[in-house]
């Protein structure tokens, strides 16, 4: 195995080579386990913000050279992070890894598809628990990420935050006393803080409710974007809403205010869960049974009709309709089911005929695993 460390950071830093297995290629990330607050309709919290280096361009004009001594000053100051903590931390360089892995990063949410275009001077920095992702040379030269199971602002919060005080006292960030911190993006501008909150909305989708919800969401200053955020789908009932404004507003202010919104949605998911149920309980049970029954016994399987069909099942656990072990499979499954990642748990190369195969026997697996 070929490693190569900084000299001063021997306990905390890894950048991986090719040859090298990714830890995070077959584990299971934080976010992924079930519990967390009202996780019944929230899957996963996220913080993140967005960083520059003072002395360098911003990444969409930077010149390949300046991207890498980006690159390794970041991977340099994660030491930092290491040296006031008992977390493990690694650095994983783009161009080091195969294509499997960088898109596992993606499925898992601890990277975005922008990052792989910029893989060349691009890096991802994870902890162990892969609770925070930190890309290196996205749109930004940081873009700091908290991923935390359920709806918990404030743990996020504070753990990114925590993240970004170790970093600045090691580089140099772009910062305006006028503008906030000054970002390739003018909407990432001020604080430079992203929330989101990935809510499973099978309620309000059934009852025909999300159309004008999301409207409405868009006068409060929130974004509802897919499960893979900006230009995704909303697949398998998933969506995630965010705040659309960080320049003229603390960070207090967009937490509050995020909060506020996706607790109204959590209330309206339950509100729109019951009435479906009170209204039809036998047409409601009669859909999550198929939907079980179809996971549980289908041979060929699209991630697409997979994670619809997981939707379901999850709703008829939280609803008590099936036991509460299935909804814990859900996250796992939604990321597991994917190309790339089931590819990896698999070691071996697919065609799209075979992952469907594969992919439902590995569903078939779980299900009865969980019942």
Known sequence: MRQRFATPCVNWMVIRMPEVPAPFA?????WMRSGGPSDDVVVSTRVRLARNLVEYPFTPVASPEAGKEVRDAV??????IGRVSSEG????????MDAVDQWILVEKHLASPHLLDQRACAAVVLDDAETVSIMVNEEDHLRIQCLFPGFDMDAAWERADSVDDHLSRVLDYAFDGRYGYLTACPSNLGTGLRGSVMLHLPGLVLSGQMEQIMSGLHKVGAVVRGVYGEGSAAEGNLFQVSNRVSLGVTEADILYNLSAVATELINRERSAREALFNA???ALEDRVYRSYGILANARKMSSEEALGLLSMVR??????ILTPKVRATFAELMVRMRRASLQRILE???????RDI???SMIRERIQQAS
């Open 348 to 354: 071996e190369t697919l065609d799209a005929e075979h």
């Open 358 to 360: 594969r992919r439902a």
């Open 89 to 96: 931390y690694a650095v994983y360089f783009l161009d080091e």
């Open 280 to 282: 039809d309980q036998y």
């Open 75 to 80: 991977a340099q100051a994660t030491c930092e």
């Open 26 to 30: 077959t584990s299971v990330s934080e």
């Open 315 to 320: 709703l008829g656990s939280d609803l008590g």
